[in-house]
């Protein structure tokens, strides 16, 4: 049987049981009345591959997103966050759900592809259009506007909100959820903006 260190040494571990306490304390937002699609500026952003894409056109127009804030040098919320969503991605997988997930970067100063390469390593997450999952970085104004647009902004990285959006763009369905929710809900929010 393995100690308790044992199992809190793999990172992995460790942000999912640092999620499901954190999913029992911060209830489920649930879906409310939709709100309003963002704002969303077509900027030119960076993935995790150095590719450039504009956000709006490529990223979310005609799709249903996921879109959650991270940056690299987060110890707090951003692990059990990304923890979580990759059990959502392998859940959306396996249930042939098509649904993009996008990662912001809040620090976009020290979040270079490289960094971000790196983050989803320590997670063991596949990146890339055909996987479902990009992160993205850009120049400090494109970063701040498209937070910005999502309200997550901040004054620094690490107040930045511990939430996340899920839209279906061509119905016009948004709602915003707790970034600590279990993938069950998160699933659950997603049949609701597709229905």
Known sequence: MRSSDDMLANPQRRALLGAALLAWVCPSLGAQQWL???DIPDLHLIDQ???AWHLYEDLIRGRIVVVNFIFAGCITVCPPQTA???ALREQLDQRSHEVLLLS???DPLND???QLREFARRYDIPLGLAHGW???TGSMRNMERALAAFDADSPSPEAHPALL???????QRWTRASSLNPP???????????A
Do not use: A, C, S, Y
């Open 84 to 86: 979580l969503l990759r």
């Open 134 to 136: 990009l992160m993205l």
């Open 36 to 38: 309003k699609q963002p």
């Open 104 to 106: 912001l970067t809040v």
């Open 49 to 51: 591959d150095g590719k």
């Open 184 to 194: 069950q809900t998160l699933l659950r929010l997603i049949d609701e903006v597709q």
């Open 112 to 114: 270079r592809p490289q």
């Open 165 to 171: 959006w899920l839209g279906n763009e061509p119905r």
